[in-house]
């Protein structure tokens, strides 16, 4: 201290006169030094200022994906059909887990591998900054991944369809792929109104991660909407029950349940066989996925014939009197040979439908000429898409009249040479249950009842038929295994002989029943086909018809349709509602 | 003297906003914060919410209800339709 002071001392006794160049050269250099600053000033806030703010928000500001999900699908009553719900998928980076050694171990635990399994994989994609170990995992089981805290394992959320109806209404509710887009069924038809669109909010994040700012640009996300079929899941698992029991039973090679609403044209059940089960991916693509009900088309054969009875007596060409001649059931029409069960003789137009005489109907089919038996049919929708929007809807074939001989009208009226989907046979019935009111169909529920296409036969030609298709369903009848105690039922068999390679084939069969209940104020319309049934008989009236009861009985039940000799307690207490929106 | 005194004033207006936008940037922050944790929260019940519905459509699959009606219950489908009068 002292040595400072005296040198200070030195310097100040002994003052040196500063030359003028070092003082020039420091000013110089501060100069030189400012001028820099200013200049890099200048540099970075004007000229490279977009550059630099775009680098920053790079680096900061994030766009974060604010997921839609997509929408569930239900069925009339709220019942979930197709579920989103939230996954986990677990993604690595190889290098950092590879060399975070103690970890490794304890996630190949916990993803159910063994440790030597894990740490081969993650050697052979090395070189890459992106692999999934595992997708689709339950968030729980994920979190406890992430709790290891391992060196680059990280989650993803992801959104996997589930579907609880599972097998039930499959082929109806369709699938979704991996990335959830719609593949089959309504989840193709309405893949958009599903999907809904992912929202996005900028944001600023800290070096943690946590967002600290919001950023005010926001596009909030659009979820799908929810949407509600028509079909009634308690129905559908009944039918679904039934046809599956009868097609294992008959040892056929499939078959199909449609259930209608008559009134408001809402189809409330729809079940196809085989099936699938859209929970497990590897059973898409096979032959179960297809929906007959919709994409399928086949000869109607009897089942039309009420249809052409209704039709002729509309157009005044016979009357509810009239008699027709079905002699010993041997009939020729050129080269036809149309040939009845047994000879019927005299039979009135509840006999023709009762008995299922084919004379009968070519009888009428030929009054009625080429041009009206086409028509007829055509009223009836048989040759017009029911427009579901379903993937893949058949429209049914039917020739133009021009082309049709007598021996093709005489076919045409049992309902051969024509091919119509149960959507569209389904309808044509559901018309003469709805007292001749033919209605557009839908497959999703309905808010309002849409006004119907057109008024097909007049009130009383329907009701007549509906009363005569009382009597196949008779003790005498056709098809008195259709029968459900209690109520009055309406319907009628067919059995169809398929088309092989050679010509029809007498030995493979389709057997069909269409019907109604209750038949004077029809609530349900319902069409079983079971095709080519193997054992224990193969008409209509044996194989088909059985299905159509035991649906129809546990519909009515379910609908709280009231039998035909039912008389309401006197207590308000109860009423046998008919609401079939009220859970039971 | 009187400039004096209006440059105080301003001095501590500015001090004053100045901690006040510090403040409620704090304030905005705890708050975002907050929002976040809520927004976790809805997510995670939700989360929760699909899986509830999941397992109740597991457990109310009419297979598996008809299962246990008929063999455990020993229970069957009405055969007549039967009007019950039935007092709330």
Redesign the interface.
């Known amino acids: 201290m002292t040595r400072a002071r005296n040198n200070h001392r030195v310097e100040a006794a002994e003052p040196q006169p500063v030359s003028p160049w070092r003082a020039r050269v420091i000013l110089l250099g501060l100069g030189l030094g400012v001028f820099a600053l200013v200049g890099r000033a200048f540099e970075l806030q004007v000229r490279d200022r977009d550059f630099l703010e775009a680098e920053g928000a790079k680096r900061f500001e994030r766009t974060v994906q604010v997921p839609a999900g997509r929408a569930a699908i239900r069925d009339r009553r709220g ?2 059909l197709a ?4 996954v986990e998928s677990v993604w690595a980076v190889p290098e950092d887990l590879l060399a975070d050694t103690a970890s490794l171990p304890l996630v190949a635990r916990l993803l159910g591998q063994a440790p030597d399994e894990l740490r081969a994989f993650l050697q052979a994609r090395e070189s890459r900054r992106f692999v999934y170990l595992r997708r689709h995992m339950a ?1 729980a089981d994920a979190r406890r991944v992430q709790a290891v805290n391992a060196e680059g394992v990280f989650l993803q959320r992801e959104y996997r369809r ?1 579907y ?3 097998e ?1 209404a499959s082929q109806l509710v369709g699938v979704t792929n991996i990335d959830n887009r719609g593949q089959e069924g309504m989840e193709l038809a309405y893949d958009e109104w599903l999907q809904g669109t992912p929202g996005s909010r900028r944001v600023i994040r800290d070096r943690t991660g ?5 950023l005010a640009e926001f596009t909030p996300p659009d979820p799908g909407e929810d949407l509600h079929l028509s079909i009634d ?2 129905l559908q ?1 009944v039918a679904y ?1 039934e046809l599956k029991d009868a097609v294992d039973r008959s040892g056929a090679r499939g078959g199909l349940v449609l259930l209608l609403d008559p009134r408001t044209g809402e189809v409330l059940a729809m079940a196809s066989q085989p099936g699938f089960n859209p929970n497990r991916r590897d059973e898409i693509g096979t032959a179960g996925v297809r929906n007959r009900v919709i994409t399928d088309t086949f000869e109607p054969g009897s089942t039309v014939k009420p249809l052409l009875i209704a039709q002729a007596m509309d157009a005044g060409i016979i009357d509810w009197r009239t008699q027709i001649d079905t002699g010993l059931g041997y009939y020729k029409v050129g080269r036809l040979q149309i040939r009845d069960f047994r000879g019927y003789g005299q039979l009135d137009l509840a006999g023709v439908l009762r008995k299922s005489s084919q004379v009968g109907a070519a009888k009428i089919g030929l009054q009625v000429g080429a041009e009206g038996v086409w028509s007829a049919y055509n009223d009836f929708g048989l040759a017009e898409t029911v427009g579901t929007g379903f993937p893949g809807e058949a429209s049914g074939v039917m020739r133009h009249f021009t082309e049709w001989g007598e021996i093709a009208t005489a076919t045409a009226s049992y309902g051969y040479g024509l091919a119509v989907t149960a959507l569209q046979l389904g309808r044509a019935y559901a018309s003469l249950a709805d007292d001749g009111r033919l209605r557009p169909l839908s497959l999703v529920k309905l808010d309002e009842v849409p006004p119907p296409l057109r008024q097909v036969v007049s009130v009383e030609n329907a009701q007549r038929v509906r009363h005569w298709l009382e009597g196949v369903v008779a003790p005498d009848g056709t098809a008195n295994r259709a029968a459900v ?2 109520y009055r039922v309406a319907g009628k068999t067919g059995t169809v002989r398929k088309v092989k390679a050679d010509g029809y084939d007498e030995n493979t069969h389709m057997a069909l029943f269409a019907g109604m209940l209750p038949a004077d104020n029809p609530q349900v319309v319902g069409l079983v086909v079971i095709d080519e049934p193997q054992h224990g008989g193969y008409y209509g009236g044996v194989v088909a018809a059985p299905v159509f009861a035991k649906v129809m009985k ?1 519909a ?2 379910l609908l709280r349709i ?2 035909a000799d ?1 008389q ?2 006197a ?1 308000e ?2 009423t ?1 509602s008919t609401d079939q929106s009220s859970p039971t | 003297m009187r400039r004096g005194w209006g440059t105080a004033v301003i001095a501590t207006l500015i001090a004053t906003t100045a901690i006040a936008v510090a403040v409620s940037k704090h304030r905005s922050r705890a708050l975002l914060d907050a929002q976040q944790e809520l927004s976790w929260e809805r997510d995670r019940l939700k989360t929760e919410w699909a899986q509830l519905q999941l397992e109740e459509a597991a457990l109310a699959a009419h297979g598996q209800v008809e299962r246990v009606a008929r063999e455990r219950l020993d229970m069957q489908e009405p055969d007549e339709f039967v009007a019950v009068e039935v007092t709330p």
């Open positions: 019942e979930p579920l989103s719900a939230p968030p589930f609880p109806a599972g039930i946590r967002v600290v700012e919001d899941l308690r698992y029950r105690p209690g546990s009515a039940r009231p039998p039912f309401p307690p207590s207490a109860l046998a």
